[in-house]
């Protein structure tokens, strides 16, 4: 197994707000900016802050709604975005299974007594 080195996260997504909403896209694909907000409790200025990052590095587009009154906005998983959040998450996995916190050895199912 290759060694996990914090460094080598992605430093875009390796924040609390970003992986909240990128974790929304990943299953719904596209969201309203509202329903996002709603969904993760950021207010509407932090959670368009983090968009921002988010879109710069090429991981959402932000869509104009057709036929909004009020200028509604849609945020959508691009492939890259969704390629990059995977991989994170399959790191932070790999680094979550090499835990090994205090009485771990006890709890495994192939630890002798």
Known sequence: MDEIRPE????????????????????HRSIRFDA???STTLTAGILAAQLRVLEE?????LESLPNSVSRQRAVKITPRGDEEFRSHVGQMMRLFGTFQGPGSAARSPTSKK
């Open 8 to 27: 080598a996260f992605n430093q875009v997504l390796h924040s609390a707000p970003r992986i909240t909403i990128m974790s929304r896209l990943a299953i």
């Open 57 to 61: 590095s090429g991981y959402v587009t």
């Open 36 to 38: 996002l907000q709603k």
